[in-house]
Structures are given as C-alpha cells and as structure tokens.
C-alpha cells in the first residue's frame, strides 16, 4: 500500500504528484489534538493561575480562537507580544488578518488600530 500523494493547483495547473511524508492532514482528528497541545503550551507559558474573579488576566480558547481579558491596552499589548513570541518558537505565527481587539471603557476612544510588534490590530 502506498503513502498518501498529493498535487498542487496554481492558476488551473497542477504540480507533479509527490508524497506526503510528514505531518497530518488539516481537518484530521490528530491535526486538533496537536494544535490544542501546542497551544497549551503557549498559554501555560503566559502564567494565567489564580481565582478567575481576582486575576488580571483571563485567556478563553476554543479550537484555534483565543480571546485575552486584561484591564489596560499596554498589559494587553505585553501578553499578545508574549503568546506571539511563544508561538514563533513553536512553528505558528499570528494571523494579523484575522486579529482584532475590543477596548471596553467608559469613555470613548479615538483611535481605531493599535500596534503590536509588528502588527497593526484593528480596534
């Protein structure tokens, strides 16, 4: 029995057929179960223990979206630059695309985007 084979489209033409070697197909049951653990790691790296009700930080995730509760922009901006340096170290990057914050205050807000790194986050 032979290995799993694939080909590549770009621009209606296809690759030459090569095999698949390494690594598991997106969608697979393994593929979740790798990228949760992966990213158990990520979040125990950024220290998130204590009582739910007292902690400065909260991390809600589910599948592959996380959500970050902090009570200031630069704490915020302090632990995405951490989640992302631990990401980088472990193959994934951030989708800046797909990233957006949500400021809650009392009084309103002027700007629209705030940058992280390298990254400029819609607001």
């Known amino acids: 029995m032979a290995g799993p084979k694939a080909t590549v489209r ?13 690594g598991v197909r997106q ?6 179960i790798l ?4 990213l158990e790691g990520i979040l125990q790296k950024i220290n998130i223990t204590g009582p739910i ?6 991390i809600l995730a589910y599948a592959n979206d996380v959500a970050i509760v902090r009570r ?4 915020l901006k302090d632990t ?12 994934l990057q951030i989708n800046e695309n797909k ?4 400021e809650v205050m009392r009084a309103a807000s002027n ?3 705030c940058i992280v790194e390298n990254m400029n986050l819609s607001v």
Not at 53 to 58: D, E, L, P, V, Y
Not at 72 to 75: C, L, T, V, Y
Not at 80 to 89: G, T
């Open 72 to 75: 200031n922009k630069n704490a």
């Open 99 to 102: 990233t957006k914050l949500m």
């Open 53 to 58: 009700g007292t902690k400065s930080i909260q």
């Open 111 to 113: 700007s629209d985007h």
């Open 27 to 32: 969608g697979d049951a393994p593929s979740s």
């Open 10 to 22: 770009i621009d209606n033409q296809y690759t030459s057929t090569f095999s698949i070697t390494s």
């Open 35 to 38: 990228f949760d653990l992966v």
């Open 80 to 91: 995405l630059v951490n989640i992302e340096s631990e990401a980088r170290k472990r193959g």
